[in-house]
């Protein structure tokens, strides 16, 4: 399987992509945990059907240590016992964040509270960001279908 367009090589596309990247490492200095935005990230990319993002960002909660009952539980978290409230929180949140279409109030109010409970204004800031920049690389890449199971951990550093 190949790509539809090759984002990386194309110019135009190259530069957004370079602006999105810095966007990202902008929120890897945030006191968001780690293990936080990777879950969502992974979250929102199974939510998106992301094969490409799903595939680098197990990759990388793996390497860093996340263990393989969380990850493969991660789309089932709510009947899941192995995250925090904290987390649980934010999964919601991304939950609703990628799934604003299906609903008219987009992110509920109560969502938005259970996430304040756990997470300070700068934390909260982090999260909407990682959750709406992961919807935007979903969708670069389920658009023009970019083939997954060949990222190589770091490969984007």
């Known amino acids: 399987m190949e790509a539809r367009l090759d984002l990386l090589t194309n110019p135009a596309a190259a530069k957004f992509v370079k602006y999105m990247n810095a ?9 968001l945990p780690a293990a936080t935005r990777e879950l969502v990230k992974i979250r929102a990319s199974q939510i998106n059907g992301c094969a490409f993002c799903t595939d680098m960002h197990t990759k990388e909660a793996a ?17 899941a ?19 604003i279409a299906d609903a008219s109030t987009g992110v509920s ?3 938005w509270a259970n996430a304040a409970k756990h997470y ?8 909407v960001l ?19 199971g060949s990222y190589q951990v770091g490969q984007w550093a």
């Open 81 to 99: 016992t192995v995250f925090t409230e904290a987390e649980r929180a934010a999964l919601e949140l991304a939950e609703q964040g990628t799934r």
């Open 130 to 148: 990682a959750i709406s920049l992961i919807n935007t690389y979903n969708r670069m890449n389920v658009i023009v279908q970019q083939p997954a």
């Open 63 to 79: 390497h860093a240590g996340e263990t393989s009952v969380r990850l493969n539980l991660i789309a089932t978290w709510r009947e």
């Open 23 to 31: 966007a990202s490492k902008a929120l890897a200095d945030s006191t």
């Open 120 to 127: 300070d204004e700068d934390q909260l800031v982090a999260l």
């Open 109 to 111: 109010d109560d969502a």
